[in-house]
């Protein structure tokens, strides 16, 4: 006689949504701007060189690039200096970020996590992937937490079959 088992998929069947923040991951490559290039002497920038830069230079290789502004060097670097960078860069690149790569990260995250609809997410249980192939910031997390927080039933951290409760809504 031949037993037949029911296999009843409860994570399936269990109503959590899951978010994956991969999803929100921007494609485009990650440049640093390193404005110490641009010192004299490496030490200071001396405005009349930095200005024929600034009009000489091929602002076109940023096209569709994601730019961190930074100095590497200990140096006297004038807030205009970042700001020139800043709006030579920005009809070309797709996105320019005082900072290192890791701002430059969490900013290109937390832009894309702000398209999120939180209502879409109203008294839903949400597990929020943990883990996978992209190296998601903590900074997004963060966001994404802070967005579904005032609506969501619950949030959880992991995959579901093993979640991290994080928060919990008291009714």
């Given at each position: 006689m031949e037993i037949q088992e029911n296999i009843i998929n409860?994570?399936?069947?269990?109503?959590?949504?899951?978010?994956?923040?991969?999803?929100?991951?921007?494609?485009?490559?990650?440049v640093v701007?390193?404005?110490?290039?641009?010192?004299?002497?490496?030490?200071?920038?001396?405005?009349k060189d930095f200005r024929a830069f600034i009009k000489d230079h091929d602002w076109a290789q940023y096209q569709d690039k994601n730019v961190a502004i930074t100095c590497s060097a200990d140096?006297?670097?004038p807030t205009w200096a970042y700001m020139l960078l800043a709006n030579k860069l920005k009809p070309y690149a797709n996105e320019v970020v005082f900072g290192d790569l890791n701002t430059l990260e969490a900013?290109?995250?937390?832009?894309?996590?702000a398209k999120i609809?939180?209502?879409?997410?109203?008294?839903?249980?949400?597990?929020?992937?943990?883990?996978?192939?992209?190296?998601?910031?903590?900074?997004?997390?963060?966001e994404v937490t802070n967005l579904l927080t005032p609506v969501v039933k619950s949030?959880?951290?992991g995959e579901p079959c093993s979640t991290v409760p994080v928060y919990k809504r008291k009714d």
């Open positions: 409860k994570v399936a069947n269990s109503g959590l949504i899951t978010l994956n923040l991969e999803d929100f991951y921007h494609k485009g490559e990650r701007y390193d404005i110490a290039d641009n010192l004299f002497h490496g030490l200071m920038l001396r405005e140096a006297i670097v900013v290109l995250f937390t832009k894309a996590l609809n939180p209502q879409d997410y109203a008294n839903e249980r949400v597990v929020v992937k943990g883990c996978g192939d992209i190296e998601v910031p903590v900074a997004a997390y963060v949030i959880m951290f």
